[in-house]
């Protein structure tokens, strides 16, 4: 049966359309008006305070720390919606003085607890991205967007203005750095798509009888233990069937289990199978293919804490092999002769799209 053009027709002018509406989320400002704002100094006049950064206004925030460029401005904010990735931004110039605009701009993340502030020394901050030779801002309230690779998710920015336009503009710039509006676009998390309950397969027995296969996706701290890795000796790990059916993982989070972080993962692989059964572990009937490798995993500086790892993939899944083939052993300054251990573990994706024919 072929076909009708017109059908081929109504398919093609659904894609566009779909292109629109994920672009439109994977680029969303992840911030909103009330987020938890810290400026680089209280160098500002009082009515153009960092708030008016990320207002959804054309208000602006002025600090005049960047008179001759002399020092950085600009603010910390921690996004109300949580955990995020962020692959662009947007800068919108404010209502005079060209000269004061953004030339040179970093954006920097954090996933520590809390931000002591803007630059307090016990909060790490890692570089996403930098934006150098911002062209000149041609109007008033203009917008540009700058877009970036960034497979970090972070729960803090710091975005910092090092140069401002000056001189480019005619104007040497001794007053300030300002910007009507800063927009930081990216998504949140995906959602786990395993459940507790689903389908799990250990990659051997033993484990403590509390400590099974099943813990590793309970949605508690409750932890899977596995002794084929004493030593590193042995891969240990899972596999397990999402019950929601074929998802699109991205990404996963490992939580560290109560103790022993010698034993917390170093070195894990992620695999994906659509056969329609599963054997076994490592079935050899079993076809299994290649998602992401997370290596050199930092170590985890607490007990149940989660890192989080995000990932291309575009090939849709029903069985997940999850294999730890490291632990953190001596990093931790502690030989690890006794085992793998985690207290939870996300696959973190959606379902994946069905046929609506
Ligand atoms: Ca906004
Ligand atoms: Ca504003
Ligand atoms: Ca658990
Ligand atoms: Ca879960």
Redesign the pocket.
């Given at each position: 049966m072929q076909n009708s053009p017109s059908k081929i027709l109504g398919l093609l002018a659904c894609l566009p359309l779909a292109v629109v509406i994920s672009t439109a989320y994977a680029q969303s400002d992840v911030t909103q008006p009330g987020d938890p704002v810290i400026a680089s100094s209280s160098n500002s006049p009082g009515s153009e305070g960092v708030a008016?950064?990320?207002?959804?206004?054309?208000?602006?925030?002025l600090n005049r720390d960047s008179a001759n460029d002399a020092n950085p401005s600009g603010f910390v904010v921690t996004p109300s919606v949580g955990i995020t990735r962020v692959t662009g931004m947007t800068i919108?110039s404010a209502n005079d003085a060209p000269e004061r605009d953004p030339k040179t701009v970093i954006l920097e993340g954090s996933n520590d607890t809390q931000v002591g502030g803007w630059n307090d020394p016990t909060n790490t901050w890692v570089l996403i991205a930098g934006v150098t030779n911002i062209p000149l801002f041609t109007a008033r309230f203009q917008t540009q967007a700058f877009f970036f690779q960034n497979f970090k998710p972070y729960r803090h920015y710091r975005w910092t203005v090092l140069a401002t336009q000056s001189d480019l503009t005619g104007t040497h710039n001794s007053c300030c750095m300002q910007?009507?509006?800063v927009e930081l676009l990216g998504s949140t998390l995906p959602p786990d798509v395993t459940q507790p309950g689903d389908p799990v397969i250990a990659s051997s027995s033993n484990s403590p009888g509390s400590e099974g296969v099943a813990n590793a996706i309970d949605n508690t701290q409750a932890k899977y233990l596995n002794r084929d890795s004493a030593n590193d000796a042995n891969p240990s790990g899972f596999v397990v069937t999402p019950s929601i059916g074929s998802s699109l993982v991205t990404g996963m989070t490992i939580t560290s289990a109560n103790d022993a972080p010698e034993r917390d993962p170093k070195t894990v692989i992620l695999e994906g199978s659509n056969d329609a059964d599963i054997g076994g572990w490592n079935n050899p009937t079993n076809t299994w293919t290649f998602i992401a490798g997370a290596t050199n995993i930092p170590l985890f500086t607490a007990r149940f804490q989660t890192q989080t790892f995000l990932f291309d993939n575009f090939t849709p899944y029903k069985h997940y092999r999850w294999t730890v083939l490291a632990t953190q052993s001596d990093l931790t300054g502690t030989h690890n002769s006794c085992c793998m251990q985690v207290a939870e573990v996300e696959l973190l994706g959606t379902a994946a799209p069905q046929d609506v024919t």
């Open positions: 008016n950064a990320i207002d959804n206004t054309q208000a602006k925030y919108t910007v009507a509006e």
